[in-house]
């Protein structure tokens, strides 16, 4: 089997995270941090704003399950690629929507990928594909959160259960099956 991996920041990486474990085909998502000039940034930091990086998740997934293009679609179906450096109230550039390609075939698919969610969207897509830079995985209590402590935080059940109705919704035949 082979394995690839996909990082995309979408606002929260808890929201994300939660999207993309739904998925058939996706055998891992971490969430952490990319794009800053911070080595080893935490949190805190990140959540400051001044480090550069943005709230990502890295995405193990098998493609003969599951497509580069398939993720991106859920990707651009499951956040406001309109919005710049903000997802609702959560702003900053940390919350920017990106791609973070790992090699030339997936910049391309990424730049196919805007192409192709733009006429879904009222306003035009601001999301960026930027270099893949070193990755930061987040700390321990930010992974899987909304299988444990998302249930309990009122922002993740406001959040995440739209997201995943809307996932649910359009990407029925891509969710896991067990």
Not at 88 to 107: E, K, M, V, W
Not at 161 to 169: D, E, G, I, Q, V
Request: hydrophobic letters at 40%; charged letters at 20%; proline letters at 7%.
């Amino acid at each position: 089997m082979t394995r690839e991996t996909a990082i995309f920041a979408g606002g929260c990486f808890w929201c994300t995270e939660a999207v993309f474990q739904s998925l058939g085909g996706v055998e891992g998502v971490e969430s952490g941090y990319i794009g800053g000039t911070v080595p080893d940034p935490t949190y805190k930091q990140v959540c400051g704003g001044d480090t550069g990086h943005a709230e990502a998740i890295r995405v193990a997934f098998d493609p003969a399950v599951i497509s580069y293009a398939d993720l991106l679609d859920v990707f651009f179906a499951t956040h406001d690629p309109t919005q710049l450096n903000r997802q609702g109230n959560d702003i900053g550039t940390q919350y920017r929507s990106a791609i973070f390609p790992l090699d030339a075939a997936q910049a391309d698919a990424a730049r196919a990928g805007i192409e192709r969610a733009a006429p879904d969207w009222p306003a035009p897509i601001v999301t960026t594909v930027e270099n893949a830079s070193n990755w930061y995985p987040a700390e321990d209590y930010h992974q899987a959160y909304w299988e444990g402590e998302g249930q309990r935080n009122p922002y993740c059940m406001a959040v995440i259960p739209p997201k995943l109705a809307k996932l649910r919704k359009g990407f029925s035949d891509r969710l896991r099956t067990a």
